[in-house]
């Protein structure tokens, strides 16, 4: 069974919206979580990592934790063409180095 | 300042023979990571390497093995491919669990393996 689970898409709002990607996981201990963009044809990198419960932002993203909840998001305000992208979401497995990707959600932003 | 280098970038094989796909980082990270990616699928991890000299093995590891050839090298071996290690392989490494960039993986570009 997955342990982290996103819903695949393809998500599509229109340029300027908000876009609003979730993503759970099942590892109640875990304590960092990552989101990665990865565009077609090309490798992923990272957006945003977040480790404490809340929000974090940075430029036009934000991350927020619910811990409790076992649920992470990723906010993309004003988003633009090229943002269009799959994003994933990826945890680490406690105590181990083992990373735990999702599925990943694709974005369409539409011009 | 490369990061992480895979090769081949492209490879087609036939059914039973064998290949080994490389990477190199040039980071001084300690961790390094094959993982597979399948349309749907997502990332999958074949194995890690916590560090020079340990390897384990991820979620999907059958069919495969791995050498960490020192800190900056961590190759995938296939050694009998079959057409459902069809996939585009991915490269990764991170810098230890502690300090700047905790955590982080850095991919390679990818290789893409078609087995007929």
């Known amino acids: 069974q997955k342990e982290v689970e996103q819903n695949s898409g393809p998500l599509s709002v229109p340029e300027g919206a908000i876009a609003s990607l979730n993503c759970t996981y099942s590892d109640r201990v875990s304590q960092s979580f990552f989101w990665y963009r990865q565009y077609s044809g090309k490798s992923p990198e990272l957006i945003m990592s977040?480790?404490?419960?809340g929000d974090k932002e940075d430029g036009r993203f934000t991350a927020q934790l619910n811990k409790a909840s076992q649920y992470v998001s990723l906010l993309i305000r004003d988003s633009q063409p090229s943002d269009s992208a799959t994003y994933l979401c990826?945890?680490?497995?406690?105590?181990?180095?083992?990373?735990?990707f999702g599925t990943g959600t694709r974005l369409k932003v539409l011009a | 300042n490369a990061g992480v280098t895979q090769t081949p970038k492209f490879q087609v094989l036939k059914t039973g023979q064998s290949m080994t796909l490389q990477c190199a980082q040039d980071?001084?990270?300690?961790?390094m990571y094959w993982y597979r990616q399948d349309p749907g699928m997502g990332l999958r991890l074949i194995y890690y390497s916590a560090s020079e000299g340990t390897t384990d093995k991820g979620e999907v590891p059958n069919g495969y093995n791995v050498s960490r050839l020192n800190k900056r090298e961590f190759s995938l071996r296939l050694e009998s491919a079959a057409p459902s290690q069809t996939s585009v392989y991915f490269c990764?490494?991170?810098?230890?669990?502690?300090?700047?960039?905790?955590?982080?993986?850095?991919f390679g570009a990818g290789s893409r393996l078609t087995v007929l």
């Open positions: 980071m001084n990270h300690n961790s």
């Open positions: 990764a490494s991170s810098p230890p669990a502690l300090g700047p960039g905790a955590n982080v993986l850095t």
């Open positions: 990826a945890v680490p497995t406690s105590g181990t180095y083992k990373y735990i």
């Open positions: 977040i480790y404490s419960n």
